[in-house]
């Protein structure tokens, strides 16, 4: 049916209508006093999302044009950096810094679990000289949460900056950017944010300036310093995407009504309520519950089914998407997002979904069993 | 009056209702067929606009992104380039192959006039290891439209890539990016493309991919060859700004269907009743007709009247924002965008406007002398 359609996937996710019709509004010039005003709003509220004193810098980019950016400015050829490496995204870092010629550490986590701080702290006592370590708040491809806090103040005794990606994470699961000793925390706009694609949004410290002052590598349209010759006015560098802009100032007017406490109860739910339905169905799920996203769920096909099958079935006949696994997960797992613009039906219609796509590939599931868990989580029982 | 709003700089430009309400659709996955087919059809479209049987491939970033892509896939640190620079955007050029390296040869011509090509061909013939010349289609500054058919054909005799800088121009303006052998065209979306800004396009030649194959620079998320992996699924490298693609195509389809040829004529009919009103009214152009944009006109300010008073006057009392002058341009001219989205009407309007504008500012003019010159060439009198 047209118009029907239910986009389960960890980014871009659906945008509210509120959030739509405000983009409709006219374009306005991007040096026009209209769009410093819209911007320095937006940035006040960003500083509560971030919990941050820091200033907070829009870039018009994906999600990766912001982590490049983290990566321009503060890695010089020859830097030592650690990355912490648990999935796709951990990776991305790394390639990053190899671009930019650092010297690269990596620590690697298995799959599915999150990063042990002990292992952080042991690599920086060990390489005392490393300049940045890059860290990934929410595992997107494996649908992990890393304690942030935990390694961000084991990072902060020592000179190294604190980088963390936050592209999937922000707006559903709490970061405390200053409490947490984050120096650059960067995010995009299509994954809980509730936004289309096409905006990087990034807080500095203090400390990272510093870094990105000195830095030598080659950038400009992803320059923090050119963009901070512009911040006080509350322009950008270069033109922004003002109709992101726009949406953005509304999805955070959405998220600050519900109350952000509210917001991140609210995906924590979701997540529990998915993962007790995974349960009931026989599934396994891929990350342990200390570790499990409150954003996305990473649930293994039963043996001898194709994740990738299940999710043809799910698409074809009731217009619900999944996300599959990437690199080495390609067809092994499948993806749940609750992300964003999310309720408690977005999981009964996943679940419901899934158990008659199950059906359909030959692996019977008790119709309704996951159904029934999930409300009976919403439900408090 | 709320709404009524009348937005005359080059960029980014009103974007027409049918365009808008395309981009209200629900977002898609950026991995779905959905996304591929609207892709695909999206390539086709603007081979046509490009003329051009080069794959053509869309950035989500804004237009200096988009150069910044054209820069470090093709220039390596050492590499001697050739920029051709008369104004802010040309100067961009160099600013950018600066940072990555490159030994920069300016070809500076004079501020609202277009670069003669036999100054290209000495400078080639004098510097035989020129790697790649960076040029400019519609200098924004200052309202230049440059002879890129002749320099293309100039460098083509050379080992030297042709790159030209075509974000503002077009879409308003004809390009033939085989017949005129330009490698890397690079264009953005909120000019003369009508949609709002966040995405950069451009084509690359055979001739470029030999270079960028061979490029030494570090590129992440602007890299062509990640982006060209991707390109025969219809996929991007990272996530698109998918509503911007939705846009893109009912944009691309909007201009189609008037025809390329009529929106060209319409264009420069707009910029020759423009140009025709300023002169009824006895202030002084800043270019001359034979190198005149056809999407903006930059006009200098009486003796003695701040070009930013003119502008301030206009955007208080009838919501019409002109754009300033840049860099040592700066409250000297104003410039007014007959570009994208844009009728007689229009032109009609920012005359009137003016007329007022300097009336109200110390200038007095004939009322409706200007409107009555742009009337008399729309009526071909």
């Given at each position: ?9 960890p980014g ?10 405000a ?7 991007h ?18 999302l ?17 982590m ?39 620590l ?23 300049k ?21 103040k ?5 000179p ?11 707006g ?55 963009a ?16 992101l ?22 995906h ?13 169905l ?10 499990a ?24 006949e ?11 997960l ?10 964003g ?24 599931v ?16």
């Amino acid at each position: 049916m047209q118009d029907k359609s239910y986009l389960m996937i960890p980014g871009p996710t659906p945008v509210p209508p509120t959030v739509v019709a405000a983009m409709t509004a006219p374009i306005i010039g991007h040096r026009s006093e209209g769009f410093q005003v819209l911007h320095k709003g937006i940035i006040a509220k960003l500083q509560k999302l971030f919990q941050t004193q820091n200033e907070i810098y829009i870039l018009t980019s994906s999600g990766t044009g912001g982590m490049e950016s983290a990566v321009a400015n503060t890695v010089s050829a020859g830097d030592k950096v650690l990355t912490l490496v648990g999935g796709k995204f951990g990776e991305r870092w790394s390639e990053l810094a190899h671009q930019y010629g650092a010297e690269v550490i990596e620590l690697n986590y298995e799959w599915g679990t999150c990063v042990d701080p002990r292992l952080v702290q042991e690599a920086l006592a060990a390489n005392p000289d490393i300049k940045v370590v890059f860290a990934t708040q929410n595992e997107t491809s494996t649908g992990v949460v890393n304690d942030i806090e935990s390694i961000g103040k084991i990072v902060a005794q020592t000179p190294a900056l604190f980088v963390v990606d936050g592209v999937s994470g922000v707006g559903g699961i709490e970061i405390k950017v200053d409490q947490w000793h984050v120096d650059i925390l960067t995010t995009g706009s299509q994954k809980s944010l509730m936004l289309p694609p096409g905006l990087a949004i990034q807080s500095i410290s203090d400390k990272a300036w510093q870094v990105i002052e000195a830095n030598k590598s080659p950038r400009y349209y992803f320059s923090l310093l050119k963009a901070r010759k512009q911040y006080p006015k509350w322009n950008t560098a270069y033109t922004p995407a003002v109709s992101l802009f726009v949406g953005l100032d509304a999805a955070l007017d959405m998220m600050l009504n519900e109350g952000l406490d509210n917001v991140y109860a609210r995906h924590k739910l979701l997540r529990d309520a998915t993962r007790a339905a995974i349960r009931a169905l026989g599934l396994k799920l891929m990350t342990e519950d200390s570790c499990a996203s409150p954003v996305v769920t990473s649930v293994y096909a039963p043996e001898g089914i194709g994740a990738d099958d299940i999710r043809k079935v799910l698409t074809k006949e009731y217009n619900i998407t999944f996300a599959g696994g990437q690199a080495k997960l390609k067809n092994k797992i499948f993806r749940i997002a609750h992300m964003g613009f999310a309720d408690q039906m977005n999981v009964i219609i996943a679940i419901a979904g899934l158990e008659m796509a199950l059906q359909k590939v030959g692996y019977p599931v008790e119709l309704g069993a996951g159904v029934k868990a999930a409300q009976q989580v919403f439900l408090g029982e």
